[in-house]
């Protein structure tokens, strides 16, 4: 049984910084790829970031470019989104997703775990 679970999120005024992490267990961790999405009221669920395997190699949405960082331990199962310079348009709930196949995916429907996530709210 893989589960990923979220931390993190919070009430942050824009300008902010947040870092949220994902733990993930039941499955080995560095084979791979991991990806942040969110999810505001009323919208569909939208890819932030994605990391590969090693780390190498990520992806982001141009929403967050330049803004949120992804990065990973593989000795600590663990993935971070390190989220600076906040706006209200962040505030969503955050989700972990989790590939079976080591390389980078930005479509929902190519990640096989998620997370429960995690709220995070950004005030003006």
């Known amino acids: 049984q893989v589960q990923l679970v979220e931390s993190g999120g919070g009430l942050v005024q824009a300008g902010g910084s947040l870092r949220l992490s994902c733990a993930v267990s039941?499955?080995?961790?560095?084979?791979?790829?991991m990806g942040w999405f969110r999810q505001a009221p009323g919208k569909e669920r939208e890819f932030v970031a994605a990391?590969?395997?090693?780390?190498?190699?990520?992806d982001y949405a141009d929403s967050v470019k330049g803004r949120f960082t992804i990065f990973r331990d593989n000795g600590k199962s663990t993935v971070y989104l390190q989220m600076n310079s906040l706006k209200p348009e962040d505030t969503a709930v955050y989700y972990c997703?989790?590939?079976?196949?080591?390389?980078?995916?930005?479509?929902?429907?190519?990640?096989?775990?998620w997370g429960q996530g995690t709220q995070v709210t950004v005030s003006s």
């Open positions: 039941g499955r080995t961790f560095s084979s791979n790829a």
């Open positions: 990391i590969n395997r090693s780390g190498y190699s990520t």
């Open positions: 997703a989790a590939r079976i196949s080591p390389f980078i995916a930005t479509m929902r429907n190519e990640y096989d775990y």
